[in-house]
């Protein structure tokens, strides 16, 4: 069954998504050593709004009926804590909820809680030892076997966490550790007290999983035992709808949990939601042509010349969150190429046309974006125009072969430039899947007609995205021990501004003990390492704020060598006539986020 893992090194790393992409045209510099842009303005300072979503659900909604959704691969686990694929966080969210979720337009909205807990509104107090957050648990919540809601799930929840015998969490133990202790008891009046400061708070219980369940298997056992896929019956759900059959292969069968109540007060519209699996995403397609399901996921817009046929009425398309992108070895460019390396780095970001890869490979369906910080998001800056090698997305390279020029690079009589006997060559990298083979492929063409020699190679998942411990060190492209020179794939865009901490910050350099950062690029910047360490030791919202507009800066200048973002990738969903209230989300939380509002009519 083929996975569709974004990036294993994303944990839930960054996402973002959403409205345009500038396209602002800039003058590119043509020195060997081009100064570092001027940042763009600062905007005005504002309160922080990270609250006060526009989403309302439908008020004529009817109770009653059912629906069925379709996928083309059957999820691995329904434990979002252990969740690795699109599909496997799908199905989750219909069964589990969180203490906050968070809505299409990015704001924190409360779920098992009666508010968002801030600095501002004294849920979250500093103090000498760290930080306490008050979560108010809403009265008179129960889970679906009819047992209470309280605090001590909050606690039993942390301590299965950071159980030593737990192992293959989606997104480790980073906060949980940090926790020392849960108060409240059978109350719903909790504090979460912190040894240090925490800045990704809002997003740790989610969800929150049930103390007398979880407590029934020992956690060495959690991945096969606990919510089993054979029983799933046998657990015990917070969310919307729970499980009442599976297959294990094609189908899981889900009913009204009857204790649920969402925060608009009503029970779930559906009676019941049945999931269909298909073998592969064309027989998918082909059956939402013959009407045999509600709701097609598990789309991207590399598959919409295949929905040419199906209406566009019952066809949604958002960005998304997930954006790919080329990632710059900065340690493999300074061994090959020494004090020539970021002028190199830079030349190859001027001479790459994404505009012929948007308009041309992907017909215009996605757009070139010069940030990888959705507009949606609370501390997005605009830095269109400042991006060195984004000159409003058309290529430049004369000023790319200007600066080559400039550093002693000559044209050979076979057309590659070289230096002192050595070629500019590059390895680029990539997965398996065709459309970024046919991507790099493209690029290759164009630095050639430069003088840069690409050599594409694509490796299977298991190489390019293997762990430090299970690729040998010699894995051709593995991003991890860093054998490549350039590398594409996808991240998703930060929702909360600390995910990024492990992707740029160097002290999550990969070769550095224990060898599980994400910082493959081996960028080490002292500026964008004190913005994120500014934004580790914060829970002030304008202080991150600002920090991540420092950051953006960065990103938008010469001195990011590291990156460079090509398109955000399209959500696609297919929906049926008789579906209502389906909206979306272009989080890492699936279009499920809602499904308690949905109904049919």
């Known amino acids: 069954m083929r996975q569709r893992l974004i990036c294993v090194l994303a944990v839930t790393a960054m996402i973002a998504a959403a409205c345009s992409h500038a396209t602002a045209t800039p003058a590119p510099s043509a020195s060997a050593s081009a100064s570092p842009a001027a940042p763009s303005p600062t905007p005005t300072s504002s309160a922080v709004a990270i609250t006060g979503s526009s989403y309302l659900p439908d008020a004529a909604a009817v109770k009653g009926g059912k629906v069925t959704l379709a996928e083309w691969t059957f999820p691995h686990t329904v434990n979002p804590y252990y969740a690795q694929d699109a599909s496997d966080v799908e199905v989750s969210d219909s069964m589990f909820d969180g203490l906050l979720k968070v809505t299409p337009d990015l704001k924190y909205q409360p779920d098992l809680v009666l508010n968002v807990p801030t600095t501002a509104n004294g849920g ?24 209470p809601i309280t605090c001590n ?24 550790q940090d926790v020392t202790g849960v108060d409240g008891g059978a109350s719903t009046n909790c504090v979460m007290h912190f040894s240090k400061v925490y800045e990704g708070y809002l997003g740790l219980v989610s969800p929150l999983l049930p103390a007398h369940y979880i407590t029934t298997i020992p956690v060495k056992d959690a991945r096969t035992k606990l919510y089993p896929l054979t029983n799933l019956a046998s657990g015990v759900y917070s969310g919307p709808y729970i499980p009442t059959s599976s297959d294990g292969r094609t189908k899981i069968v889900l009913k ?10 009503h029970a779930p519209w559906l009676a019941s939601v049945s999931w269909k699996y298909y073998p592969d995403v064309g027989s998918m397609i082909a059956g939402f042509n013959n009407g045999e399901y509600d709701l097609g996921q598990g789309l991207t817009n590399t598959n919409l010349p295949a929905l040419a046929g199906i209406e566009t009425a019952r066809q949604i398309i958002h960005d998304s969150m997930t954006y790919e992108l080329l990632a710059f070895n900065n340690a493999s460019f300074s061994t090959k190429f020494g004090n020539d390396a970021s002028s190199i780095i830079q030349a190859v970001k001027l001479a790459t046309d994404r505009r012929a890869l948007t308009q041309g490979l992907f017909g215009g369906s996605v757009g070139v974006i010069n940030n990888s910080v959705s507009p949606l998001a609370w501390y997005y800056k605009d830095i269109s125009g400042s991006m060195a090698g984004d000159p409003g997305a058309v290529a ?21 430039l070289a230096k002192a006997g050595k070629v500019l060559e590059l390895n680029y990298c990539t997965t398996t899947r065709q459309y970024r083979l046919d991507t790099l492929q493209m690029m290759a063409s164009q630095l050639k007609q430069i003088g840069i020699k690409v050599d594409v190679n694509s490796k299977p998942d298991s190489d390019f995205f293997g762990t430090w411990a299970k690729s040998p060190a010699t894995t051709q492209c593995n991003l991890q021990h860093g054998n490549f020179d350039v590398a594409q794939f996808a991240y998703v865009s930060p929702l909360d501004p600390l995910a990024g901490y492990r992707i740029y910050n160097s002290s999550q ?59 955000f990738r399209k959500d696609v969903w297919l929906v049926g006539s008789k579906l209502h209230n389906f909206t979306g989300n272009p989080t890492a939380t699936a279009g499920e986020w809602n499904i308690g509002d949905w109904w049919v009519g």
């Open 153 to 176: 799930d909050i606690a039993a929840t942390w301590q299965w966490m950071v159980n030593k015998d737990n192992s293959g969490l989606a997104a480790g133990t980073a906060g949980w």
């Open 256 to 265: 009204a949990n009857s204790y649920w109540q969402s925060i608009g007060g």
């Open 124 to 147: 979250v107090v500093v103090t000498a030892g760290g930080m306490d957050v008050t979560w108010t648990l809403r009265p008179g919540l129960l889970w679906s076997d009819g047992k």
């Open 509 to 567: 350099i990969p070769d550095n003990a224990p060898h599980d950062g994400a910082n493959v690029t081996r960028i080490s910047l002292p500026a964008l390492d004190a913005d994120y360490d500014t934004i580790a030791a914060n829970v002030d919202l304008n202080r991150i704020r600002a920090a991540m507009y420092a950051i953006q800066d960065i990103y938008g200048s010469d001195r990011n060598t590291y990156e460079l973002p090509l398109y």
């Open 396 to 416: 430049d390279p004369a000023s790319a072969m200007a600066i080559l020029a400039n550093a002693g690079w000559t044209k050979g009589a076979d057309g590659y």
